[in-house]
């Protein structure tokens, strides 16, 4: 996945990826974007070594159903064809948990809730 990191920003950014594997794409002014590969699935923690306050997370999978959550935590995923699949959750602040569920023919399936832990 080719990822663009544009800097709108009227101040120069550095984004960076501690890895692994670490990357740099420098420091970089206004109405520049940077680009950078990624070529495995992965989670990777993104940093700005000017701002120190700045992070954010890329998170490559190897599917084509992924979401994120509303704030009380619901999710919806559309089209997904029946079959048995793994439920992943991740957060920044909690240790990842799986899911098997078996998709079928109903428009809507349910799952338990899912709770992640520190």
């Not at 599917?63 to 920044?92: A, C, I, N």
Request: charged letters at 25%; proline letters at 11%.
């Amino acid at each position: 996945m080719l990822q663009a990191f544009p800097n709108s920003d009227e101040i120069r950014h550095n984004v960076f990826s501690p890895g692994p594997p670490r990357f740099d794409l420098g420091t970089y002014p206004q109405n520049t974007t940077k680009y950078h590969l990624f070529d495995k699935p992965g989670v990777w923690t993104m940093l700005c070594n000017v701002h120190a306050e700045m992070s954010a997370y890329v998170i490559v999978a190897e599917t084509p159903y992924f979401t994120t959550t509303s704030r009380d935590g619901k999710f919806v995923l559309k089209d997904v064809p029946p079959g048995k699949y793994t439920v992943r959750v991740w957060h920044e602040k909690a240790k990842p948990a799986t899911l098997p569920i078996d998709v079928d023919e109903r428009p809507t399936v349910s799952l338990p809730s899912i709770e992640l832990k520190r």
